[in-house]
């Protein structure tokens, strides 16, 4: 008896996953290609194979664009998970230089603008796709001192519906992850995080443990498959029970 190989959910499909060297971001990559997918890793420093790219830089999305149709022809999925976190100190709204605040918002939320705008007429043309952006439960619970990073990911969401209304009759899917305070690389290059945010966070979790990159992952991958073919718009809240959205 001849036995064929297991199709995964994403055979076929390929992925863009931003800021997807290491941390979340790493294990979603992982994650879509264990289901079949093809992902092309965009960082400013991406491992072997991946594409170099600020996120940031209109003119550096439009090249990543055009590399990932050069290399693999198509882009069915694109993960927004780039952004600034961990480097950024913690303190008081009016301590935050303008400067400051200004490049939080172009990392974390015009760079998925530029990332979409770029993208979408690829998938139009394909008649659909798929796109996830990584926001974060601090804008439900209204985590103070980080303000501008708070602001961010709350534009996230928004961002998501709002694009999510006027893409939904090309057959494109917009959806978002949120996940809460996370044992990531990023976050451990940064003990002074860890000892300010980790034990609150897990003492106010239902699920009372560290959460890790791999938690995320599952929610992820289900929105990219068929399975969510009927869901756009949503924010998907990931924190151990932190927050009921």
Not at 150 to 161: D, E, F, N, P, Y
Not at 213 to 237: K, N, S, Y
Request: net charge negative.
């Amino acid at each position: 008896m001849v036995v064929e190989p297991e199709m995964g959910a994403l055979d076929g499909k390929v992925a863009i996953v931003t800021g997807g060297a290491q941390g979340i971001g790493a294990a979603i990559a992982r994650g879509l290609e264990a289901e079949g997918a093809t992902v092309a890793v965009v960082d400013l420093n991406p491992p072997e194979g991946g594409i170099r790219a600020d996120v940031a830089s209109e003119a550096d999305v439009a090249r990543m664009t055009e590399e990932v149709l050069a290399r693999h022809g198509r882009i069915d999925i694109l993960i927004n998970n780039a952004g600034l976190y961990a480097s950024l100190a913690m303190r008081p709204f009016t301590e935050i230089p303008l400067e400051e605040w200004n490049r939080v918002m172009e990392v974390n939320v015009a760079s998925m603008f530029l990332t979409c705008r770029a993208v979408v007429p690829v998938m139009r043309e394909q008649g659909g796709g798929k796109i996830v952006n990584i926001s974060s439960g601090t804008p439900f619970r209204g985590v103070p001192f980080l303000l501008h990073y708070v602001t961010s990911k709350g534009a996230i969401v928004a961002l998501t519906r709002a694009l999510a209304k006027e893409l939904g009759k090309d057959g494109i899917h917009v959806n978002c992850v949120a996940p809460g305070f996370t044992m990531s690389d990023g976050v451990k290059a940064h003990p002074e995080v860890i000892e300010k945010l980790r034990d609150v966070s897990i003492a106010a979790r239902t699920i009372q443990r560290d959460q890790v990159p791999e938690d995320v992952v599952g929610a992820v991958v289900f929105l990219c498959t068929p399975a969510a073919d009927f869901i756009t718009g949503q924010t998907m809240v990931i924190d151990g029970g932190q927050y009921f959205h």
